[in-house]
């Protein structure tokens, strides 16, 4: 009797990461089952999944029914949800959804991902990182462009990674932008390249650095921070110069193109770790 394949569930958002994400479990051979949400997926992703089921934001209890129906022992989340979009009205949910939000009471990234995991959990289905299962996207090293740090980089990268962390610990985002000493745009809910964009702006596009790391206490299964080829255009557009990554605690989707990219714009991308910047 032939075994049947381990289904594996995408619970996608937008963005490349979902498609990364099925092309990589499918080689591995898993039967894969995502479960897409409309006005933020790419609809080519049913292009590489077994089966793709398409719902409209906070439809929680659908979420656990379609992996439940296909039998899904694991599931990621994969991809970015507009909170612009949430803030216009696009949310809406069946029964589960609106009983979670008033058990939780807040609109909190961190705090809705985890009570999300919480329920796919007590659903028998286990929340990984989907990142696990893409190789070498999250780089360990100290550097990754041809170019490292200028010492004026640096030191806007240390006053950078301090404001970063502090954002992340009121959990408004992960992303600010550092010109001349000073911290010149700050991420919220317009997401990391709409900040990186007004940062180009309000320092007249002189090498503004990005800094972009993960939150203190933050779910990594849930909300990696992730950066790919459209964050080095937005970053030449800002007239950005570098790039701060979190060392082991940041995807970056599909790298050889990145580093490519960052090194043709000679824009440096380099990596820190908890306790480079005097404990930060």
């Not at 962390?165 to 809910?189: C, L, R």
Request: contains cysteine; aromatic residues 4%.
């Amino acid at each position: 009797m032939e075994q049947r394949s381990e289904t594996f569930g995408i619970v996608s958002g937008s963005g490349i990461f979902p498609i990364l994400l099925a092309q990589n479990l499918k080689q591995a051979g898993k039967r894969v089952v995502a479960v897409a949400h409309y006005g933020e997926t790419s609809h080519s992703l049913s292009d590489y999944v077994d089966r793709c089921v398409w719902i409209r934001l906070g439809q929680l209890g659908k979420i656990i029914k379609v992996l439940k129906k296909e039998r899904a022992s694991r599931a990621a989340f994969a991809g970015g949800i507009s909170r612009v979009k949430m803030f216009r009205g696009s949310v809406l949910p069946d029964r589960r959804g609106l009983s979670l939000l008033w058990r939780v009471k807040s609109v909190k990234d961190d705090v809705i991902l985890r009570a999300l995991a919480e329920e796919l959990e007590s659903e028998g289905i286990e929340v990984v990182s989907g990142a696990d299962y893409i190789k070498d996207c999250v780089p360990v090293c100290n550097q990754l462009t041809t170019r490292g740090l200028t010492e004026y980089e640096a030191f806007q990268a240390q006053i950078g990674w301090k404001a970063a962390k502090k954002i992340g610990e009121e959990d408004i985002g992960q992303t600010v932008v550092v010109s001349n000493g000073m911290v010149v745009a700050v991420e919220a809910v317009e997401g990391t390249d709409e900040a990186i964009l007004r940062g180009g702006k309000l320092s007249s596009k002189r090498g503004a650095v990005v800094v972009k790391v993960s939150k203190p206490h933050q779910d990594l299964r849930l909300d990696l921070p992730t950066i790919g080829v459209g964050t080095i255009e937005k970053m030449k557009e800002a007239g950005a110069t570098a790039l701060i990554l979190e060392k082991g605690k940041t995807m970056i989707l599909d790298p050889a193109s990145v580093i490519r990219e960052a090194d043709e714009a000679g824009i440096a991308i380099a990596l820190f770790e908890e306790g480079d910047f005097g404990g930060a």
